[in-house]
């Protein structure tokens, strides 16, 4: 059997829902992959980025929830550089049908099933 894999998930904190929404498709019992973040409401100190960084590396790969508030979300731009700079795997995933966001340097897929197995399976 397969080990679980760890997904990371950059989103920004006006997109909590859909993260949830994301995280609740690993619930499945059978689901072969774990969701994972580390939102805050604060300012972001550097313990906050340190324990980022922890979770990020002990990660397979990170997917970015990306809306209209990507783009002003620091936290999120700072989770997606900290994958890169980590060398993890990041793939985008628009968080609303109707929002085709882009955030530069990051491929962006329609939010379905296939897309996210896809991305998890190639970790």
Not at 44 to 54: F, G, H, I, L, P
Request: glycine fraction near 4%; hydrophobic fraction near 40%; aromatic fraction near 10%.
């Amino acid at each position: 059997m397969t080990s679980k894999k760890i997904v990371f998930v950059a989103f920004a904190m006006e997109d909590e829902r859909q993260r949830d929404f994301l995280k609740g498709q690993s619930l499945h019992p059978r689901a072969p992959y774990e969701f994972i973040d580390l939102s805050v409401k604060e300012a972001y100190e550097t313990e906050w980025k340190d324990k980022v960084r922890t979770r990020i590396r002990r990660c397979h790969g990170v997917i970015a929830l990306v809306s209209k508030n990507s783009p002003q979300s620091t936290g999120q731009k700072w989770e997606i550089a900290c994958a890169k700079e980590e060398g993890k795997k990041v793939i985008g995933v628009w968080a609303y049908a109707s929002d085709r966001t882009e955030i530069a340097g990051v491929r962006t897929v329609i939010w379905s099933d296939a897309n996210i197995a896809a991305f998890i399976d190639s970790l």
